[in-house]
């Protein structure tokens, strides 16, 4: 199925639930929120960077490495000289 095909199944589907359309205006409006919804569904597949994947890698680079002894040690002897 072509994505017209899709939008214009969607355009019918929503027509036939609405079924009669007081004037064009709202059958124009109804086209535009079908189009609008498809076009914010093309951004999100279409992310030169998705934001799970970033999600992911700021979710491992915030992670606290686990300090060495010597380590451990220097921050107690430092924190007993204050």
């Not at 027509?15 to 009669?20: E, L, R, W």
């Not at 409006?29 to 992310?47: P, S, T």
């Not at 300090?67 to 430092?78: D, E, G, R």
């Amino acid at each position: 199925m072509t994505a017209r095909a899709g939008i214009e199944k969607e355009v019918k589907r929503r027509a036939d639930v609405v079924g009669i359309f007081p004037n064009e205006a709202s059958i124009t409006r109804l086209i535009g929120a079908v189009l609008l919804e498809q076009n914010d569904e093309w951004l999100l597949q279409h992310r030169y960077m998705q934001i799970e994947g970033m999600a992911a890698r700021t979710a491992s680079s915030t992670a606290i490495p686990a300090a060495s002894p010597a380590i451990s040690i220097w921050l107690i002897a430092a924190r007993g000289c204050s």
